[in-house]
């Protein structure tokens, strides 16, 4: 089996729940993050929500300066929380990508994958 397949219908699924909701902003570039003032914030960071619906999980979000278009998805492991957390990168440049990936790895308690959008979709997403 492939390391990661991709799927078409994955990355369909999260542009909705990216267009339902709203962006708000946590942090700008260059912000301090509250509980480590040693790591900066390379760009936007936040979630998308509903500012009607307090109680709806939030989905973390890095947002770059290119656009609207989630181009890629991370997987954080973080032994100090014991949790897994997924945030969402739109239109970030791969610059971008990269400063956010060192941001993210600073430390020893939590290390990152990335996932790039794919437009494949592979025989066994095709429900029949």
């Not at 990168?89 to 060192?102: A, F, M, V």
């Not at 941001?103 to 025989?123: A, C, S, W």
């Amino acid at each position: 089996m492939n390391e990661f397949q991709n799927n078409a219908y994955f990355w369909q699924k999260i542009d909705t729940l990216v267009l339902s909701g709203d962006f708000i902003a946590t942090a700008q570039p260059g912000d301090q993050h509250p509980d480590y003032p040693n790591l900066v914030f390379p760009c936007a960071y936040g979630y998308i929500g509903s500012l009607n619906d307090e109680e709806a999980p939030a989905i973390h979000v890095f947002k770059g300066k290119n656009g609207s278009e989630v181009n890629a998805v991370i997987l954080a492991a973080d032994i100090l929380n014991k949790s897994m957390d997924v945030k969402l990168l739109i239109g970030c440049s791969s610059s971008e990508e990269d400063e956010i990936l060192r941001f993210l790895n600073q430390t020893e308690f939590q290390k990152t994958v990335i996932m790039h959008r794919g437009y494949d979709v592979p025989d066994w997403a095709v429900s029949e």
